[in-house]
């Protein structure tokens, strides 16, 4: 019936069986007890009661007996009431405990004791109790036939006809004597016994057919489901999952059924997807482009993947620093050993042979591999191979060496900046020569340092947000200043961001540049000798007037009225001053000019520009037109402009006399136009004329050195190069618009004063 693997005592149905029997067999017990025991109250009560009503007939029956005092009346009415089947006794006593009738004779007249049990219902207490419940009036005892009696004392109680009939009683007394009756319980006792036999047989008979019943719907519905649920289980965990539940299991049992079969099925398909999971990780573990092996505490390789085989081939049990690297011994720093003794991953680069001899380099982390208690029981190390790497890693260290030969050999110096510090961060060997700084004197230090403290802020903002900054003066490590035009690159340096700075040194560039733009000036001075001597002729002949006006009348003696001495006084002042200003312009003019910059108003140096050649211009019947507007300051060198304008105008006048003599006697246009206004930001100036214009194809020569269109001896070329140069210096642009035999124009743009170029 049940396994053999499971005893009987252990069993589920025996279990159930024994706890439902015992619960079975003590409500049973308890239910045939309590019964019983109810039975033989109900029987006593009943028997108590109709000896009670026996005694209250007997004192019915007799009180007519006793109102006529007639005592054969009382004796026979006992006797044949005591000849009853189960009456054993029938005794009247007086109060002071005398038998006075009875069913039997020789008791008659006999007196008992207070404390008999009869007599101590009532007199147990003093006074003697006058009323007694039935049930205390109640007594049991075993007769000499060995049968239980049942006597019940009834108290004769004192009416008023019996304190006024014929034998007088005082009024005072309430109890006059008592009626004891004695019945059999034979009858009775064996009518309980009988009772209680059948009760137990059918205590016994209902335990068994209900055990039986409960049995056997343990077995059927229980029993049998379970065994067949335990050995699905048993399948289950054999790998069998597909069971079919039967159609007549609709209980919880069913349920759990159910439950079972859908738990295989789960099972199945978990199962199913960890065979699939297990097999695609295995395939991983052997696809992955790297090496991976497990190894024990000694070493050996417990397992390894395909890439690590076929790279090493290595034999069955044999030690990893055998296969790696052809040891005969453990490495001396092995991450497995120290991840065997720490439980922590491990980082190294190892070297070693393949299986073909050639050398290579891999990058190695190991992983410790524990069991369910928590022990390290294996390493998995994976390594990466770094033998490309490696290789890489020289040809960079060499390109490295190479570049920093190129970069040390560059004959400009170079710096490597901190681009949010300006911090000197490296710099070229070509920065000692220029600069005289050593290593040690510049590293750490701000790039800053080495320029004028007034001009640092704003070369702070030009570096980072140009790239190139023209004409800018630095020191040296001997106090010198140079001029250097600076290259700005933005890069990395050692993961940081970085400004490489190229300085070029144009200190002697400049030098030479300023005697031409010097040479230029008194070029252009002498060849301006004409005009400025008619401009300096005309005060001079107001001063001859005057002086000789007044050398006449002083030689005659004769008085000058007052005013116009005055007059030609002031006069021949203010004719002073001219000549001055003319010579003080052309002494300003033709000084060298300073590199640095300043605050330029354009109309200003445009004015005094065209003040030099305005008598030239009127000789020559040329018209001026000018249209200065409002515009900013630009960041310059007032003479350096002025020689640019200055270049300007003889390019627009000699261009204006060369029409002319190609046309001969006709006339045309002879105007110059000089226009400033702002655009786009920019500060513009134009200087345009109506002359001979320039040919097609020459245009974009215009500003080279030496080039020029005029004819021979007429001029150097070296204007228009040097103005070009001076507007570049000043971050401006200069342009030429020409239409061949009707005029042309400069236009040059500078940045307004305060704006980054």
Same mark, same amino acid.
């Given at each position: 019936?049940?396994?053999?693997?499971?005893?009987?005592?252990?069993?589920?149905?025996?279990?159930?069986? %024994?706890?439902?029997?015992?619960?079975?067999?003590?409500?049973?017990?308890?239910?045939? !007890?309590?019964?019983?025991?109810?039975?033989?109250?109900?029987?006593?009560?009943?028997?108590?009661?109709?000896?009670?009503?026996?005694?209250?007939?007997?004192?019915?029956?007799?009180?007519? %007996?006793?109102?006529?005092?007639?005592?054969?009346?009382?004796?026979?009415?006992?006797?044949?009431?005591?000849?009853?089947?189960?009456?054993?006794?029938?005794?009247?006593?007086?109060?002071?405990?005398?038998?006075?009738?009875?069913?039997?004779?020789?008791?008659?007249?006999?007196?008992?004791?207070?404390?008999?049990?009869?007599?101590?219902?009532?007199?147990?207490?003093?006074?003697?109790?006058?009323?007694?419940?039935?049930?205390?009036?109640? *007594?049991?005892?075993?007769?000499?036939?060995?049968?239980?009696?049942?006597?019940?004392?009834?108290?004769? !109680? +004192?009416?008023?006809?019996?304190?006024?009939?014929?034998?007088?009683?005082?009024?005072?007394?309430?109890?006059?004597? %008592?009626?004891?009756?004695?019945?059999?319980?034979?009858?009775?006792?064996?009518?309980?016994?009988? !009772?209680?036999?059948?009760?137990?047989?059918?205590?016994?008979?209902?335990?068994?057919?209900?055990?039986?019943?409960?049995?056997?719907?343990?077995?059927?519905?229980?029993?049998?489901?379970?065994?067949?649920?335990?050995?699905?289980?048993?399948?289950?965990?054999?790998?069998?999952?597909?069971?079919?539940?039967?159609?007549?299991?609709?209980?919880?049992?069913?349920?759990?059924?159910?439950?079972?079969? @859908?738990?295989?099925?789960?099972?199945?398909?978990?199962?199913?997807?960890? +065979?699939?999971?297990?097999?695609?990780?295995?395939?991983?573990?052997?696809?992955?482009?790297?090496?991976?092996?497990?190894?024990?505490?000694?070493? *050996?390789?417990?397992?390894?993947?395909?890439?690590?085989?076929?790279?090493?081939?290595?034999?069955?049990?044999?030690?990893?620093?055998?296969?790696?690297?052809?040891?005969?011994?453990?490495?001396?720093?092995?991450?497995?050993?120290?991840?065997?003794?720490?439980?922590?991953?491990?980082?190294?680069?190892?070297?070693?042979?393949?299986?073909?001899?050639?050398?290579?380099?891999?990058?190695?982390?190991?992983?410790?591999?524990?069991?369910?208690?928590?022990?390290?029981?294996?390493?998995?190390?994976?390594?990466?191979?770094?033998?490309?790497?490696?290789?890489?890693?020289?040809?960079?260290?060499?390109?490295?060496?190479?570049?920093?030969?190129?970069?040390?050999?560059?004959?400009?110096?170079?710096?490597?900046?901190?681009?949010?510090?300006?911090?000197?961060?490296?710099?070229?060997?070509?920065?000692?020569?220029?600069?005289?700084?050593?290593?040690?004197?510049?590293?750490?230090?701000?790039?800053?340092?080495?320029?004028?403290?007034?001009?640092?802020?704003?070369?702070?903002?030009?570096?980072?947000? @140009?790239?190139?900054?023209?004409?800018?003066?630095?020191? @040296?490590?001997?106090?010198?200043?140079?001029?250097?035009?600076?290259?700005?690159?933005?890069?990395?340096?050692?993961? *940081?961001?970085?400004?490489?700075?190229?300085?070029?040194?144009?200190?002697?560039?400049?030098?030479?540049?300023?005697?031409?733009?010097?040479?230029?000036?008194?070029?252009?001075?002498?060849?301006?000798?004409?005009?400025?001597?008619?401009?300096?002729?005309?005060?001079?002949?107001?001063?001859?007037?005057?002086?000789?006006?007044?050398?006449?009348?002083?030689?005659?003696?004769?008085?000058?009225?007052?005013?116009?001495?005055?007059?030609?006084?002031?006069?021949?002042?203010?004719?002073?001053?001219? %000549?001055?200003?003319?010579?003080?312009?052309?002494?300003?003019?033709?000084?060298?000019?300073?590199?640095?910059?300043?605050?330029?108003?354009?109309?200003?140096?445009?004015?005094?520009?065209?003040?030099?050649?305005?008598?030239?211009?009127?000789?020559?019947?040329?018209?001026?037109?000018?249209?200065?507007?409002?515009?900013?300051?630009?960041?310059?060198?007032?003479?350096?402009?002025?020689?640019?304008?200055?270049?300007?105008?003889?390019?627009?006048?000699?261009?204006?006399?060369?029409?002319?003599?190609?046309?001969?006697?006709?006339?045309?246009? *002879?105007?110059?136009?000089?226009?400033?206004?702002?655009?786009?930001?920019?500060?513009?100036?134009?200087?345009?004329?109506?002359?001979?214009?320039?040919?097609?194809?020459?245009?974009?020569?215009?500003?080279?050195?030496?080039? $020029?269109?005029?004819?021979?001896?007429?001029?150097?070329?070296?204007?228009?190069?040097?103005?070009?140069?001076?507007?570049?210096?000043?971050?401006? $642009?200069?342009?030429?618009?020409?239409?061949?035999?009707?005029?042309?124009?400069?236009?040059?743009?500078?940045?307004?004063?305060?704006?980054?170029?």
């Amino acid at each position: 019936m049940l396994n053999g693997s499971v005893s009987i005592h252990r069993s589920l149905i025996f279990r159930l069986i %024994a706890m439902v029997g015992l619960v079975l067999f003590i409500n049973v017990l308890g239910w045939a !007890y309590f019964d019983i025991v109810y039975q033989e109250k109900h029987t006593l009560k009943e028997i108590v009661e109709s000896c009670d009503r026996l005694g209250t007939t007997i004192k019915l029956g007799t009180h007519y %007996a006793m109102m006529n005092n007639s005592r054969e009346d009382l004796n026979e009415i006992t006797k044949n009431i005591g000849r009853q089947e189960g009456i054993e006794n029938i005794r009247i006593y007086n109060k002071l405990g005398e038998i006075k009738f009875s069913n039997r004779p020789e008791e008659v007249d006999t007196r008992t004791s207070i404390k008999a049990d009869a007599c101590c219902i009532c007199h147990k207490s003093e006074p003697p109790a006058e009323e007694v419940p039935l049930m205390e009036r109640t *007594r049991i005892f075993d007769s000499p036939a060995g049968y239980r009696l049942l006597g019940v004392i009834s108290p004769i !109680y +004192n009416e008023p006809s019996c304190s006024s009939g014929c034998h007088v009683h005082p009024k005072d007394k309430k109890v006059l004597g %008592a009626l004891d009756v004695v019945v059999s319980l034979k009858d009775a006792d064996t009518a309980v016994q009988d !009772y209680k036999r059948w009760i137990i047989l059918l205590a016994v008979l209902s335990f068994a057919v209900i055990s039986t019943i409960i049995f056997s719907f343990l077995y059927a519905f229980v029993n049998r489901p379970i065994r067949k649920l335990i050995s699905w289980t048993r399948h289950i965990a054999l790998g069998k999952y597909d069971h079919s539940i039967e159609p007549e299991w609709k209980d919880e049992i069913g349920q759990l059924g159910h439950a079972i079969a @859908t738990m295989g099925k789960r099972i199945g398909e978990k199962q199913t997807e960890l +065979n699939k999971q297990r097999d695609e990780y295995q395939e991983l573990f052997e696809q992955v482009p790297c090496y991976i092996t497990v190894q024990d505490r000694d070493l *050996r390789l417990i397992r390894h993947n395909r890439e690590f085989a076929s790279t090493f081939e290595p034999r069955p049990g044999a030690f990893c620093f055998e296969v790696y690297k052809c040891r005969c011994d453990a490495c001396p720093d092995c991450p497995v050993l120290q991840t065997f003794n720490d439980g922590l991953p491990h980082f190294s680069e190892e070297c070693g042979v393949d299986k073909k001899g050639k050398e290579v380099s891999w990058m190695c982390r190991t992983s410790p591999l524990r069991d369910e208690e928590g022990n390290i029981v294996a390493v998995m190390q994976m390594s990466l191979d770094a033998t490309e790497r490696r290789v890489l890693e020289e040809e960079i260290r060499r390109s490295e060496q190479k570049y920093r030969e190129i970069f040390n050999n560059i004959p400009n110096p170079i710096f490597v900046v901190a681009r949010g510090s300006l911090d000197i961060l490296d710099f070229n060997d070509s920065v000692a020569p220029v600069y005289g700084y050593a290593k040690a004197d510049l590293v750490g230090t701000s790039f800053l340092d080495m320029f004028e403290e007034t001009e640092r802020h704003e070369l702070a903002r030009e570096l980072v947000g @140009t790239d190139s900054i023209n004409q800018v003066r630095q020191k @040296t490590k001997d106090g010198r200043t140079i001029f250097v035009n600076i290259r700005v690159s933005h890069s990395e340096y050692l993961g *940081r961001e970085a400004l490489l700075v190229s300085t070029i040194d144009i200190t002697k560039h400049l030098m030479a540049e300023q005697q031409l733009i010097q040479a230029s000036k008194m070029a252009t001075l002498g060849e301006m000798a004409t005009g400025i001597a008619h401009e300096l002729n005309q005060p001079l002949s107001v001063i001859k007037t005057a002086s000789s006006f007044i050398v006449k009348k002083v030689g005659k003696a004769e008085p000058i009225q007052p005013d116009i001495l005055s007059t030609m006084a002031g006069e021949i002042d203010g004719q002073v001053d001219r %000549a001055s200003r003319i010579i003080n312009h052309l002494r300003e003019f033709g000084r060298k000019s300073e590199v640095q910059k300043e605050r330029v108003d354009v109309n200003e140096v445009l004015e005094k520009a065209l003040a030099i050649f305005m008598q030239q211009l009127k000789l020559r019947k040329i018209d001026v037109v000018k249209r200065l507007g409002d515009v900013p300051p630009v960041m310059a060198n007032a003479n350096r402009l002025e020689q640019v304008f200055v270049n300007l105008l003889i390019n627009a006048r000699d261009a204006i006399e060369e029409k002319g003599e190609r046309l001969g006697h006709l006339e045309f246009e *002879r105007t110059i136009f000089l226009s400033t206004g702002v655009s786009g930001g920019k500060v513009v100036v134009e200087v345009r004329d109506t002359g001979a214009g320039i040919p097609k194809g020459l245009a974009e020569r215009i500003f080279e050195p030496f080039f $020029t269109t005029k004819r021979v001896g007429k001029g150097t070329g070296l204007g228009l190069s040097i103005s070009y140069s001076i507007v570049q210096d000043y971050d401006g $642009t200069i342009e030429v618009e020409s239409v061949e035999n009707e005029g042309a124009g400069f236009i040059t743009r500078f940045p307004a004063a305060g704006e980054a170029p």
